[in-house]
Structures are given as structure tokens and as C-alpha cells.
């Protein structure tokens, strides 16, 4: 038996020889020179939500091959799709803003990673086998949160996540592994 997975995407996006991907959510507009900075060396950069103006996705694909979908916020963005479903070096990942809008069980589809924002908060799961992780922010400051995105090593048989935590500025660490 076959199950469909929902995606706005027409057809699946391949990136095969990746690395290193980053994974980042809610800028709300605001993209830092430091932070941009800490996402050198990259070979991908996956953006879950709440980009901002169109501008700001141009700015990151200087840095790297970018796929972005949809926020709430996204509004002058119409054309990014809800969801996007793409194959790292053979392994899916499935992209959406709100988790809680997640309506089938990736688990039964192959799927190895599910990336969402919307919360600004950075999180790792693992259940039945799939990640699910949430970025954080790397766009304003909210409550008491930290300016965090995800940092992924696509090893051969799994895929190494890193939360990178960036502070206030150039001067501070911009990597602690959690």
C-alpha cells in the first residue's frame, strides 16, 4: 500500500552530494551580516516559514541553494508553496511552518526528517524513527529565546543535527552542540 504525501511542491526537488545543510525558520524579515555569516559552508539552506520580503531569500541563496515554504506571515509570498518534500542525498524531508498542521504520519511515507518553525523555539524529536526538528529563529529576538538554527551533517547512514545558538553579535560563539 502506498501512502500519499501532501506537498505544495510539483515535483520533488533532488540535492544529492550535500554535506552540510542548514536549517532555519521565522527571519520575520530581519537576516543579521553575523548571522549570515554563521551560515558559511553550507551546501543547502532549507527555510521553514516566516521569511519576510523576497529579498531576504535572495540574499540567502548567495550563500547556498535555498527551499523555503510558507508562513503565517508570508503574505507577499503567495507563490512559495505550504509544504515542500525534498530528497537529500536519497533520504526525503518534509518542510512545513506549523507542526501542528502536519496531517499524515511520516513515519508510513520514508520520510527521515520533518522540519518545521513557527514556535521560534529549538527543538529535537525522535519518533518512530523520524526527526522532527524546529530551527528556532534567526530573525528578532522573542521573549527570552535564543537566535538559534539548525545545523545538519549528512553522514552516510543518518543525519547529525547541531543547534547553533548565535548571541548578540560577531564576538559571540557561534556553535554549541546540545
Known sequence: MTTRIPFGGSALRRFESIKTLALVSDTHGLLRDWVTEALQ???LIVHAGDVGPRSLLQRLETIAPVVAVRGNIDHELALLPATELI?????????L???????????????????????????IDRRGGVLYINPGSIGPRRFRLPVSFAKVSCKEREFLVEFVHLDQGPRSKLGELL
Open 97 to 123: 511552518h506549523d507542526l501542528k498542521l502536519l496531517d499524515f504520519d511520516p513515519v508510513t511515507t520514508g520520510i527521515s526528517m520533518v522540519v518545521s518553525g513557527h514556535s521560534h523555539q529549538p527543538k
Open 87 to 95: 530528497s537529500v542525498n536519497n533520504r526525503l524531508i518534509f518542510v
Open 41 to 43: 559552508r553550507v551546501d
